[in-house]
Structures are given as C-alpha cells and as structure tokens.
C-alpha cells in the first residue's frame, strides 16, 4: 500500500491529476451527444426488388424465391422474410446478434448480385438498406398552403431538402406526399392511324434518339480533336421535336401526334401538416449526431428560408423529437441532482459537514470521470446512460464513505488526519476493492445480452461500469489526500470518547440509542441463532407463497405514460389514392374534434412510421403521427387520449383503427403476435380469420387486433388467345403495351432537365377520356397484317385479387396481433390462446408459434435467469478469493436470496407486475449491491476475530455488528434515497422547483427503482440480523459435534465398565 504514502506525500502531483480529470470529464460531458432513446443497431437488412406491374403471385415465383435461395446462404443469417406485392418483392434479413453491419450489407450485395440472373431482366435495380433506429425521422418539415400551386410546394420542398442534407447532423431529408415529375406525351390515337403510325414505331423513334454516344477522338496528324454527338434529349422541345416518320412529302414529329407536356405522375400517397394537405421533408439524423443540434439547426435554416416564400405558404415542425428529448435530459438531471442532495443529506447528517462534503465531492467526479469513457466508446447521452449514472450515485459514495468513516474513528482515538486516512486506507483497501469488484460482477454478464434488447439494455451496465472506476479511484486515492489535507483531528468529548471505547472495547449491548438498540438485539439473536435461523425462512417463505398467490403476472416491458401516439387505419377495397385520402380525412375530422394535441402529421398509403414492412397490417391505408398537448395543459394523461381516439373513432362503417402506444424499449412490434406458416394459402387465410374471431369474441382486454392475410378485392385478368393472336400477326407485348398505353402509361425512356437532379420519366399514353378498362372493346392495335381489334383475340374478367403474399425462412406465414390494455397481461392472453389452440380444429400441415413480445420475454427471461447464476457465481470466486472461506462466501451471497424476495415483497406492496426486463435487471443489479454489507460485515469479523483472539466468539459478532451499523445504513440510505422518488413514480427537480407523480421518465423506470429500493431496504434488515448470527452456526455446530462424540465416549466407556 505504498502508494497512498506516495500520494499523500505528492500531494500537489495527485490533486493535479485530479483537475486534469475533471477537465477532461467536463469537456466530454459538453461535447458528447444527446438524444432520447439508444441507437439500438437492429441487425436487420432489406432487400427491395421492383418490377413494374408485375403480380403478387408472380412477385413470389419470380422474384422473391430466387432471392432467398440467395440470401439463405449468407453466414449469420437469424431469418428471412418475404413480402411479395404488386409491382415489388421486399426481403428483409435478419442477422445474429454477432453480425457486423459493413460485413452484412457486402455479404448481401454478393448475394443479390447473383440472384438478379435468375430474376426477370425487366425488372428494377434492387435497392439494399439496412435499419437503424437513428434512420427514423427526429423532425417532419411540412410545406402546406390552400392556394399554392403544387409545383411551387414541390420547388420549395425540393429546394430546402438540398439545404438540409448539408447539415453534417442530416443523414436525410426525405420527401413525402409529393408526385414525382413526368412528361408524359398524351397520343391521339385518331392521328397514328391517320398517318399510319405503329406503337412500335413511336417507342423506338424515342428510345433511339435519346442514346448517349461515345463517337471518340480524332487525329489528325496536326492535333487530335474529341468528337461529339449530343445524342441526349435535355428539354421538353427537344421531345416534341423528335421525327416518328419521315417520307418524301415531310417529316411526322412527336408534336404531330401527342401533346407533350411535363406534368406529375398520378398521386399514389398524400401528406397533411395539422389538416391541410402538405409536402413534408422526413428529417433523419446520423448516428450519434446530437438531436438538439441537429433539429435547432434546421429549425433555423428553414426559418431563414422561410421569408422568401410566398405569403401563404404555411411551414410547420411535425413530429418534433428535440423538446421531449430535452424534457427528458433536464427531469433525468433533475433527479439526478435531487438525488445528489439527498445523498449529501444523509452523509452529512451521519459524519458531520466536513467529512460529508469530502464523501459528496466523489459524486461529480465519478460523473465526470465516467463521461470521458462514454466519449471514448462513442456513446451518446440517452436515458439509459442517465439512468445508470442515477443508479450509480447511490453506490458510488460507498467506498468514500468506508474510507472517510473509519479514518474519522481513528482521529477520534488521537491519530493525525495523514495518519489516520493512511492507516484507513489500508485497513479499508481489500474490502472497498471486493465489494466495488462483486457490485461490477453482477452487471458484468448484463453486457452479453444478445440481440436488440442486448443492444438497448448495455448502454446501463457499462454506464455503471464507468461510474464506480471513477468512484473507486476517488475512494482509494483522492478522497485520502484529500482528507489528509483539509481534515482537522477530531478532538471528542467525553460522550463521543466513551462511545467510540465502548465499540472498541467495552460492552456494546449498554449503549445507548440505535446502536445499543441494535446491539442487544443483536446478542439475543445470535444467543438463539436456530431460533433466528428458522424465524428467518419462514418470514421468507411466507412472502414467497403470498406472492405466488397475488401477483399481477409478467411484463417485457413496463408502459409509460405517452407523449405521443400513432393512429393506423385499415380499410378494405379497390380504392383509389383519392378514395383513400377521403376516408383518411373523415378519421382526420373525428380525432381534430377529440383534440389534445399539439401537432398532427397524415401520411396515406400502407407505410406507418415503423421499422418494417411487416409492423402494419395488410390493409392498412394510411396513418397519423400525433404529439399530445403539454401535460400540464390538459386534466387527462396519455392512455386516456388513446382511450378518447379508439372511442371517437370506433363508429365509421368500413373503417378499423389502431391506436398504439410508442413501444417503451426496443422495436418489437405488437404484444400478441400468433404466426401461421404453411404451404395452403386458403387454409392459412380460413385458420387465421378463426383465430382473429374467437380472440375478438373470447378475450378480454384486447385492442387493435388485425391481421397480415391477403386483402379481398378484385382486379382484371387479361386473357390473350396466343394461337389467335399470332393468326393475326400479334403478341402477348403487343397486347400488354397497348394496354399500358390504357393504365400508366409506356416509359420510352428519361431525361435530365437543366432544373432537375433526377432524370424523369418519358411516358406515352392515352388521354384521359380515353382511359378505362371499358376502352379494351375499342382499342385497336398495330400488326403485320394491319390493324385489328384488341377485341379479337383478348378477353377480360374480373378476378379475385390477392395483394400481398408473406413468407418467412421459404414458408409462406400470416400473422394474427393485437395489443393489450393496461388492466390485461400479454402473457395471461398467450396462455388462455395455447390452451384454446390445443383443441381448436387446426388443418394439418399449418405450424402455429407465439412471435413478438411474448418470444422476447422469454428470450429475455432465459438471458436474465443465466445472468443472475453467472452473477453469483463471479461473486462467489471474487469472495472466496478474498476470505478463503467457502462458509463466509455462502453467508455473504446469502443476501441475495433476501433481496430477492424483498423485490417480491415489493411488488405486493406496490401492486406492480413483474417486468422481465426492469425487475429482472433490478434483482441482478441488487445481486451485487445487497453483498457489499455483508463483504463489510464480515471482514470486519475477521479482523477483529485475529486482532483479539483472547475475546469470546459472541462479543467478536456483537461488536462487530455495533461497528459496521452506521456504515451500512449510510450505505443503504444512499443507494434508496436516490432512487426512492423514482421507485415512487416521482420526478422530483430542485432546480425547476417542479414534481412531478406519474411522468414519463419516471413511470418507465419505478419498476427497476422500487425493485432496488424494496430489496436493499428488506436485505438489509434482516441480514444486520441474520448474517451475525449464521456467523455463530459453525461454533454451536463443532459444540454439538463436540458434544455428541463425548457422549459417545461416555456410552462406550460406560459399556465397557459394565464388563
């Protein structure tokens, strides 16, 4: 321990380096970045392959199979699903939790390469993403206005989105509720047979004089000159001008038989800003870019703009994320400083002003010192990085305080404050070491927790991690030098004299107050250790079997009061994107006379604001993104606006909404989730409307239940006679163009106007009046024998239309989810639907499994349970290295028995469900908070047992419990004060001067804060009882074994006498 003389000795050198720590920790903690919620890294990649027109049936058989068979060879491959749907297959991978994202996204490239020569070549160019949850918008900028033209909104929109994207913090700004440009050559069918034109010929007059020529260079022996043939069309009047025929009496050009003009493609989805239809721009922020930042700054670049736009355009901020990510921070800080007073008031009032302000300076040093690893790995300041600070601060002054305690009690016996912190600190050296090291076991196996929940839950453990390296340092280094500098010795009165010799010497149980208290009933329990022994496991078991009687069930994730909600609604029919919108905007109409809100943002068309095509049902039209009004603004919370919008939305004939609350971890999707797969389409889609029948019938408690089968609806096949046809000189292309020509359209070709940065489409088609399905009995078409009727060799009927068409890992799956109310456990409803399933009339050849929430509750189950048995068991080498006894390493790991079924007492008292993920991260984490008294306890045992070998075993154990009381309160109070106001479900701020019961912040984290406060409250009552007392069993065992073997003796000699 020479280091601590050293350091004492230089202690300009330590304090030195002391400053330089808290200004490194300082400058991380202004520059580290901010945001609401992790960048949790789902490892998941999608794959989207489109092909214009083509059908859900033969998306699958064409386009999504040979990309499996692809992608399913991929290393690392978790899964495979599969969306075939009209006109694009979408292929979403995802990966094991090993995966690495540049590796993948390769790996997938390689994989699609291979797979486009097995696809149709008429189809697109494969798009490859990967999800992040930094990709999703942190603001909405929407560009709206009754009477601006939708070119003028398109310009503004497009122009700021280049703006934005500038912005180092933007990865995207995406466009949303516009058309994309066209120009579109309307024909005039009259005038092509008037001059004899064929389709043919009026698709490669464009195709072949719209080509991008390399003609070379040329050398003429006095120089060598580049030639060029500007081939390329780049305006409007170069297409009007291009020739179709040409004969002796003229040339027939484009302008002659079609009406050019550059308009927009025909609307396929609309947004609206707080009612008015909009163009929007999705803001999406890098990885690790702060969220304040980045949405100030666009916030003040669109405000700049904004004054050179026409007076009525309308700018509005949807969607915003920075004022509750701020809201967020500021209440987290908040109860972190509350805290941080609390703590300073207990420590304080225990070791007086002086050695509890040397305790309290631990606090902003170990915060500050834990930002410069945070910055180190990169991490961004989130609520799991704050609360683990929240959680550290109560455990971090426990070191200090043990340092600080004793070398306090060592002045008081006459030693110089260099000399007492010196002998503290070597007295205190192994125990703080051990009981730091035990608290890190127990969240160390928390860093391998796989997946997404893995990659969300980390950020707290490491965050713990950097906290006590900071706190460690702190008690074992600076606290000592600082002590021994400014620490006055102690010159007690009589009392306080006589106090401290009758814990070093004297009777303890004559004591007075706490201690004496304690100390007497400390001796009656250790003179009766079996009574005390079997007092304890009935109070143990008594709590486990009430609780086995009335608990509340099983939760993943605990809910919290929302800020925001998302509305989805679903409809089914052949709609068109105007119907959709109209019936969008009648729900609009319902939830704008609810009120409630401060912003609502409308998107139409099946896209939602989720990370996958697979979140929204299959008939899902349109959604609404809505931030609620302040909360001190309105008289309800959250669940009551979602409750008032199902209400106000539940009587529109044809129309089904789902209300769904923002999910309080990681993206998983609906909390029921029950996934057929098979081969039988028909005898999925029958199976799974049974299922959603009986669970809208027979289960209570359930909302938003839907499902992913195939939308009813109907669509026209064209049926081509081919032997006809080719009697006639035609074709199924001929056929199909000319029927195209009727639709959307025949894309000719592109080209890039001096004001566009993307190409746009060229697109010959029928006028208006002369599109519709009704047109095909008139339509003629162009052949080799002339032109004949379509008419004569095509039929058309209408057909059932199946939109979608899902697969996962080559079967073909349909989901049946919903979600629960407040008063329901999903587990409860799982396990009502398994035992229904068991004697439902399921068809053979249909596999059933539970998916969403309920498989990642006991993923997360399973992890925690194996991370709690790693835990102690880490604990147990740590102890049994230490004390090099396997009886005080049991004793010691006994606490967490206590405090487990202190956490369960919690739960009764509070009327809470058991979260797998809160109150399961709670009890490990108390796994290794609860054990530091004991590691206290009994190393002082243990010294005193060396030091005064001549003293009785139960004055040793009575003593020692007389010692270690106050450090142990201190301790313990420390650890709950922090966290009590949480584990209340109370936000408390001193500086905003603002409490608040049943916030958002604080309602997510009361089940992992109560859990530690009720178990280290319980904990450590009883083991200031129980573990002196166990200290004593193995003298009253050899006694006994003593005993018998004498009276075994006795017997024998007796015996042998009586002979």
Do not use: C
Request: proline share 4%.
């Amino acid at each position: 321990m020479k280091f601590i003389h050293v350091a004492i000795n230089r202690s300009r050198t330590t304090l030195s380096i002391m400053v330089v720590l808290i200004l490194m920790g300082w400058t991380a903690y202004s520059n580290i970045p901010l945001e609401s919620n992790p960048d949790v890294s789902v490892p998941v990649v999608v794959v989207i392959v489109p092909h214009e027109g083509i059908s859900p049936e033969d998306s699958e058989r064409l386009l999504a199979k040979p990309m499996e068979l692809e992608l399913r060879a991929i290393e690392g491959v978790k899964e495979i699903s599969a969306s075939a749907g009209e006109g694009s297959a979408v292929l979403i991978i995802e990966f094991d939790v090993s995966f690495e994202s540049n590796q993948a996204i390769s790996d997938v490239r390689e994989a699609v390469d291979k797979a486009k020569a097995k696809i149709p070549s008429t189809a697109e160019e494969p798009i490859i993403n990967e999800i992040r949850a930094a990709e999703f918008p942190v603001v909405v900028v929407s560009f709206a206005g009754n009477d601006v033209p939708e070119r003028t909104l398109y310009n503004i929109a497009r122009k700021m989105r280049d703006k934005l994207e500038t912005i180092p913090g933007v990865l995207s700004a995406d466009l949303q509720g516009h058309r994309e440009e066209l120009l579109e050559a309307v024909v005039d069918p009259a005038q092509l047979e008037t001059y004899g034109i064929t389709n043919n010929e009026l698709f490669n007059a464009v195709s072949s004089n719209n080509r991008l020529i390399a003609a070379g260079a040329m050398d003429t022996g006095k120089g060598s000159f580049s030639v060029k043939v500007p081939g390329l069309l780049e305006s409007g009047r170069d297409v009007l001008d291009l020739p179709i025929k040409a004969s002796a009496d003229g040339v027939i050009t484009l302008s002659n038989v079609t009406e050019v003009r550059r308009t927009f493609k025909d609307a396929v989805n609309f947004t609206r800003a707080n009612s008015q239809t909009s163009i929007s721009l999705e803001i999406s922020k890098r990885k690790n870019a702060n969220l304040i930042d980045t949405v100030d700054e666009v916030r003040r670049i669109v405000n700049e703009e904004a004054v050179n736009f026409p007076v009525s355009v309308n700018v509005r901020f949807m969607n915003d994320q920075a004022p509750s990510t701020l809201e967020q921070v500021n209440t987290l800080e908040g109860n972190i400083t509350t805290a941080m007073l609390l703590v300073l008031v207990v420590v304080v009032a225990a070791v007086g002003l002086r050695s509890g302000i040397l305790v309290a300076l631990g606090i902003p040093f170990s915060f500050l010192f834990s930002f410069i690893i945070l910055s180190y790995l990169d991490y961004t300041y989130n609520m799991m990085v704050m609360f683990g600070m929240l959680l550290g601060l109560g455990m971090l002054v426990d070191g200090a305080i043990v340092i600080i305690e004793y070398a306090d009690r060592k002045m008081t016996e006459g030693l110089s404050p260099t000399e007492a912190y010196i002998d503290s600190t070597k007295r205190m050296f192994w125990p703080v070491l051990a009981s730091t090291a035990t608290t890190l076991a127990a969240f160390l196996p928390l860093l391998f927790w796989p997946g997404v929940m893995g990659d969300f839950m980390k950020y707290l453990p490491v965050t713990v991690f950097a906290v006590m390296a900071g706190a460690l340092l702190y008690a074992l280094l600076f606290a000592p030098v600082l002590g021994a500098l400014f620490s006055k010795p102690i010159k007690a009165d009589k009392k306080t004299k006589h106090y401290y010799d009758t814990l070093e010497s004297g009777d303890t149980t004559t004591l007075g107050g706490i201690t004496g208290t304690y100390a007497r009933v400390l001796r009656f329990a250790v003179d009766h250790a079996f009574l005390t022994l079997f007092i304890t496991f009935v109070v143990l078991y008594s709590i486990i079997s009430l609780y086995a009687a009335n608990n509340r069930g099983v939760v993943l994730f605990t809910d919290r009061d929302p800020d925001f909600t998302q509305v989805l609604v679903s409809s089914q029919g052949n709609f068109s994107a105007a119907e959709i919108r109209d019936i969008v905007v009648d729900v609009e109409n319902k939830l704008v006379d609810a009120g409630h809100f401060k912003t609502m943002y409308t998107r139409t068309g099946p896209q939602g604001f989720s990370s996958s095509s697979s979140s929204t049902a299959s008939d899902n039209i349109g959604s609404f993104f809505i931030e609620f009004s302040d909360r001190r603004d309105r008289d309800i919370d959250g669940y009551e606006i979602n409750d008032l919008y199902r209400q106000v939305t539940s009587d529109i004939p044809g129309v089904r909404i789902d209300v769904i609350n923002p999910e309080p971890g990681p993206p998983i999707g609906k909390e029921i989730q029950i996934q057929l797969s098979g081969q039988n389409i028909n005898s999925m889609i029958t199976t799974s409307r049974m299922i959603k029948k009986y669970m809208e019938e027979n289960v209570e408690g359930l909302v938003g239940i839907d499902d992913t089968t195939p939308v009813p609806g109907i669509e026209w096949e064209i049926k081509v006679d081919r032997a006809r046809a080719a009697m006639l000189g035609a074709d199924v292309t001929v056929a199909g163009t000319a029927v195209q020509l009727l639709t959307n359209g025949v894309m000719i070709g592109q080209y890039r106007p001096d004001d566009a940065e993307e190409e746009v489409d060229i697109r010959i088609r029928y006028p208006v009046d002369e599109r519709g399905i009704h047109q095909l009995d008139q339509l003629r078409v162009n052949t080799i024998n002339g032109q004949v009727p379509l008419s004569s060799f095509v039929t058309r009927a209408p057909k059932a239309k199946v939109s979608s068409i899902s697969r996962l890992d080559g079967k073909r799956v349909m989901l049946v989810r919903a979600n629960t109310t407040d008063e329901v456990v999903p587990a409860a409803v799982v396990e009502q639907m398994v035992e229904w399933l068991k004697t439902a009339n399921i068809p053979a050849g249909i596999d059933i499994q539970f998916r969403g929430s309920n498989e990642e509750q006991q993923a997360s189950a399973s992890f925690v349970g194996t991370a709690f048995i790693l835990a102690l068991l880490l604990m147990a080498i740590l102890l049994v290295t230490q004390f090099n006894n396997f009886y005080q390493s049991a004793l010691i790991l006994s606490a967490v028995i206590m405090s487990t079924v202190g956490v369960l007492l919690g739960l009764i008292i509070f009327d809470q469900t058991f979260s797998t993920v809160m109150t399961g991260v709670g009890i490990v984490a108390l796994a290794g908070i609860i054990v530091n008294n004991n590691i206290v306890l009994i190393d002082t045992y243990n010294y005193l047992r060396i030091e005064h070998k001549d003293w009785h075993i139960k004055d040793v154990i009575v003593r020692t419990g007389a010692q270690r009381l106050r450090p142990v309160f201190l301790t313990t109070f420390t650890t709950g004060f922090g966290l009590l106001p949480m584990a209340l479900g109370t936000s408390v701020d001193v500086f905003s001067r603002n409490i608040e019961f049943g916030g958002p912040v604080a309602s997510f984290w009361t089940h992992l804060a109560s859990a530690i406060v009720s178990g280290l409250t319980f904990a450590t009552l009883l083991t200031l009882i129980v573990t002196p007392a166990m200290l004593i069993m193995p003298y009253h065992l050899r006694a006994l074994i003593k005993k018998i073997k004498e009276r075994t003796l006795f017997k024998k000699s007796g015996d042998a006498s009586a002979l």
